[in-house]
């Protein structure tokens, strides 16, 4: 049985606009809008808001187009982009849509370690970053790097701004994301541009953006939420989002959506978890509020229906696919909420459950998009079933008599950490590179404190003659926070005298975390 929310007008409509051989996303994204509307507001450490116009954004996206160009960008190059959430961040992503290269996001909490893999995955030459995160690209050699600041801001007022745009078409590439590197090294993930008209659909149908609201998605954009539905989403959809340069407080949270007066809200469950645990909020001016990332908790629920006054929506999706299985909001396609669910196939997705598996109906769902792992034939097959007609997402669930999708498990075993997707192969490729560590397994457990979610736990074999303490524990935990990605670093470490394993040699993860 296919499982399906039917298609409406609204997704054949936008497939015909983003999946045009012609489509041309700076067009699509920016200069098809109003130049005096805003696209982004700008929001401080101060909280002082700066409105971004889409007039504003194409005049400083054609000036970065053209000193990206004098430093050899060009169609089908990667660039990765460690910026955090500041104006220049879709300056640049517009300006390499306008060059026709494409946008490779990195996570500004990302250590050496982990943005060495993404730069050398992606063959990229050139990287755009700003100064506090300058010194994590200096250790990667033959990187021609621009630092966003004064001295490039001089460049900028220089050089003549692109009147040109190149059109990838419908097809064509736009951006490079890698997933959580669970089982093996990060897979990079291409989005083509046709990408956008599920995004759009998401904006419009599951989170219900109105012309009137003040939207805010919360997550970061350097993964695929954040980019695709506070960056992307929003530029081709026309919906200002929030852009606050400040990191996660659940303080700094509640003041943001006082002070700009935020109607539609969506973020990870962790962060709906630590402002309700915060004491902060008798209410919010909520219209909408949806989440994504990981299960919503009965807790969140009821405090939720409680001091916002409406329901946290759940919403399913993946780096691969987007989002796909959604508790969606528009009065269109609305269904009642069952808790526990993740809900029903957003319009323009079918989905099933197959072998135990969430799986989406490829040739019933006109938005889908995945086209596969970069480079990687042999793991993009692995996604699919030996007909093609199934994506394999790989997490378990189940659905009921009235289409209602229930997420499990993730097969995979990513770490559900605050919102982030921790992938153990990431964790564990750097705590074995300690001398004292000869074997390594790294897995997520329930937070005891209750706001992460999961916790990152690393169990370890020593080598022989090698004391356990205190100290090893604590260079344990630094190999990974300053080598890595501090978001990564293992809460708790225990020593045990061998890994469970299978014949096969394979970790059982399964009897770490039930340890």
Not at 141 to 163: K, N, Q, R, W, Y
Not at 503 to 513: A, D, F, N, T
Request: glycine share 10%.
């Amino acid at each position: 049985m296919t499982l399906q929310a039917r298609p409406t007008d609204v997704v054949d409509d936008l497939l015909a606009t983003y999946a045009d051989v012609g489509a041309d996303a700076a067009y699509l994204a920016c200069d098809r809008h109003d130049p005096a509307a805003t696209a982004f507001v700008l929001v401080d450490d101060d909280l002082v808001a700066t409105p971004l116009t889409y007039g504003e954004l194409a005049e400083e996206s054609r000036r970065m187009a053209a000193l990206l160009r004098e430093h050899g960008v060009a169609r089908g190059d990667r660039v990765p982009v460690l910026l955090g959430k500041r104006r220049e961040l879709p300056v640049t992503l517009l300006a390499l849509w306008r060059l026709g290269a494409v946008h490779v996001p990195l996570f500004t909490a990302f250590a050496t370690g982990a943005i060495r893999t993404r730069v050398e995955g992606s063959s990229a030459r050139v990287v755009v970053t700003e100064p506090d995160q300058r010194s994590k690209l200096d250790p990667l050699p033959g990187l021609d790097v621009l630092e966003v600041g004064p001295a490039l801001e001089h460049e900028l007022s220089t050089v003549e701004p692109v009147a040109e745009r190149v059109a990838v078409g419908g097809d064509g590439t736009i951006m490079q994301l890698f997933t959580s590197g669970t089982t093996g090294s990060p897979k990079p993930v291409t989005v083509p541009l046709r990408a956008l008209a599920s995004f759009h659909v998401y904006l419009q149908l599951s989170l219900d953006v109105r012309e009137d609201d003040v939207f805010w998605n919360a997550a970061d954009p350097g993964w695929a939420y954040g980019l695709y539905y506070g960056l992307a989403g929003p530029l081709v959809a026309g919906r200002p989002n929030v852009l606050h340069t400040a990191g996660f407080t659940p303080a700094g949270t509640v003041a943001v959506v006082e002070r700009l007066g935020v109607t539609n809200f969506a973020g990870a469950p962790t962060m709906y978890r630590a402002i309700s645990k915060s004491g902060l909020v008798e209410h919010l001016p909520l219209r909408r509020a949806s989440s994504a990332g990981e299960p919503l908790t009965p807790d969140v629920l009821a405090w939720a229906r409680r001091v916002l006054g409406i329901e946290v929506r759940d919403h399913y999706g993946q780096t691969e696919l987007g989002m796909v299985i959604c508790n969606s909001w528009n009065d269109d396609v609305a269904r009642p909420v069952k808790d526990g669910s993740m809900g029903v196939p957003m319009p323009g997705y079918a989905a099933d459950v197959v072998d135990g598996q969430i799986a989406i109906d490829v040739p019933a769902s006109p938005l889908f998009w995945f086209e596969g792992y970069h480079g990687d034939p042999e793991k993009t097959a692995e996604r699919f079933s030996p007909d093609g007609r199934w994506y394999l997402t790989a997490d378990t669930g189940s659905v009921d008599e009235d289409g209602y999708f229930q997420f499990t498990a993730r097969d995979d075993d990513v770490i559900l950490a605050a919102g982030y997707r921790i992938g153990p192969f990431d964790v564990e490729s750097v705590l074995i590179t300690h001398p004292s560590v000869v074997d390594v397994a790294v897995v997520g457990r329930p937070d005891p404190e209750g706001v992460r979610g999961e916790v990152v736990e690393a169990f370890v074999v020593l080598a022989d003659g090698v004391q356990d303490g205190p100290e090893l524990h604590a260079e344990l935990t630094a190999l990974v926070r300053d080598g890595y990605s501090r978001h990564a670093y293992p809460r708790r470490i225990h020593v045990l005298d061998a890994l469970p394993k299978t014949p096969s040699g394979k970790v059982q993860r399964y009897l770490l975390r039930s340890l």
